[in-house]
């Protein structure tokens, strides 16, 4: 035993990369909302990007740890405490067992992942360990930790974190009562600067059936998060959306980041867990590059869109994995592993 | 004459849709899942996932793996183009006919009575229909292994309801216009509800977590309240 659920926090459940290959049966792909803070806190614990981590959303969760081990929370900055004392964020931390790991309110961004050295034990379905809400399966038997949830790491987790967290302390430790850490810290990629996220997004597929007021309010206004979003899709609350012409859309392929507007005129932007098909009409689809940005949003957060052009999108991509790689690097440097 | 080549539009930055039709076809649709086809049998490494509906198909990539030197679109575009150049796989041959024993009894289809009498029917003809039309699974989504069944008899042909029920048990079978759907899990739905299956829709814990995939035969087989319990009681049933 690894770890056990003090308290579960507001939603908190077990991500990787996602299922691929089952849209034709409906089956999304699921995954961590930010997939680049998903793999940066595998990184920090010497873990290959694929392992599952636990996503914990603007009120976290409490664990008590049950065995020495490495630990790394990555993502939105939350109030974090290990035994009353400040955790530390975006690096490798070696918490002793007995030590209580409290992850209170996020006070910039929506999300962040727990990642422990080796992973965490649970089985795939599908082909991926991500907990999939609406059809309640995947993770830990398809639902959010509850408190009482015991999660497992590898057998080794304990010979395992020492010799990953050896690598990582060579240039120096970091020693308290509570917990060892090093003197650096990974930089945040994916947490809006300021108030306001700014995402790129382009004009969709349906962009020329609405009216220009409406066009011009998309890429116009600023957009609020509203409080019934979720990991399904983003509600944006701001001025109606209507079309000048009313066609009758045949339901049809979705995507992440899909911006579409039912007929009450509220544009929601599909996230994580969204349908893979669907009849309403699309203005506008967010460049995948922000989407990270979008999912540290927490109800509430403000939102403005600005228009990208698919190359410009894509070259977005590119920035975005070249400075992953960058860090991830320096971070493999860190480790030892090169 | 070769029929017209689809439009090749960008969905979001990490896919393409093939968009055939703006209506429902079914012999459009029947090539849709030709091209699907043809596109898996390729195993083309930056594919991730191909989705065929009702009137287009969508191709989605892995922007991570996608390595090649022209831009995705063109690269689907050509993709698409050369697989309808070629002669499509047959899937006459290929597709499986899934058998779905419905229990029309008014308890499980409360709509079945006012929907015969829309259709100037007797409630035993609606059910004959509805057994006897040759359905085809033309798309899987809004939820997982939640099929959308074209081939609807025209005669059973009835609007959406006007309210929408809140709650629709799951294993429940629905018309609207002229298709067919078997909803996998309880939720609310618009569409006028037949009867209901005991077979389980879908089970992400099978090999084929979806008992019905796009481009299969779909057989309704009416039963009656006993058989229903048999097999909802029967063996590997919890």
Known sequence: MSLRVVRAGLLTTLQDLGRYGLQHLGIVPCGAMDPVSHRMANLLVGNPVEAATIECTVLGPEFAVLRDGLFALYGAAFDAKLDGALFPLNRPVMIRSGAVLTIGKALRGARAYLAIAGGLRIPEVLGSRSTYLPAAFGGLGGRALKAGDVLEGPDDFTSLSKRRFAGFARKGVISTPHFESVRWAAPELTLPIGGAAVVRAMEGRHWDQFDTGSQAALFGESWKVSPDSNRMGYRLIGPRLTRAMAVEILSEPTCLGTVQVPNDGTPIVLMADHQTTGGYPKIAEVAGADIPALAQLAPGGSVRFVKATLEEAQAARRETRARFRQVGQSIAWELGKT | ?238
């Not at chain 2, 067919?180 to 879908?202: A, D, E």
């Open chain 2, 1 to 238: 004459m070769a029929p017209p080549l689809p439009r090749i539009v960008p969905l979001g930055d990490a896919a393409v849709l093939a968009d055939f039709s703006d209506t429902l076809d079914l012999a459009v649709n029947a090539r849709i899942q030709q091209l699907a086809e043809a596109i898996r049998r390729r195993q083309v490494p930056w594919i991730v996932d191909l989705v065929p509906a009702l009137g287009s198909l969508a191709l989605h990539f892995d922007p991570d793996r996608y390595d090649l030197q022209v831009p995705p679109l063109e690269a689907a575009a050509a993709l698409v183009k050369e697989c309808l150049g070629r002669k499509l796989p047959d899937l006459s041959e290929l597709a499986r006919t899934v058998e779905v024993p419905v229990c029309y009894d008014a308890e499980f289809g409360p709509d079945l009575a006012e929907v015969a009498e829309r259709c100037k029917l007797g409630v035993e003809e609606a059910i004959r229909r509805h057994c006897a039309s040759p359905h085809r699974v033309l798309m899987v989504g809004f939820a997982p292994g939640h099929p959308y069944i074209g081939g609807l008899d025209e005669k059973l042909s009835v609007p959406r309801r006007t309210t929408p029920r809140p709650k629709v048990i799951a294993g429940s079978i629905a018309i609207a216009n002229t298709q067919s759907v078997v909803y996998p899990f309880t939720i609310s739905g618009g569409w006028n509800v037949l009867g209901r299956t005991p077979l389980v829709i879908f089970d992400a814990g099978r090999e084929w977590p979806a008992l019905m995939a796009p481009g299969d035969r779909v057989k309704f087989r009416s039963i009656d309240r006993e058989e229903f319990d048999r097999i909802a009681l029967g063996p590997g049933k919890p």
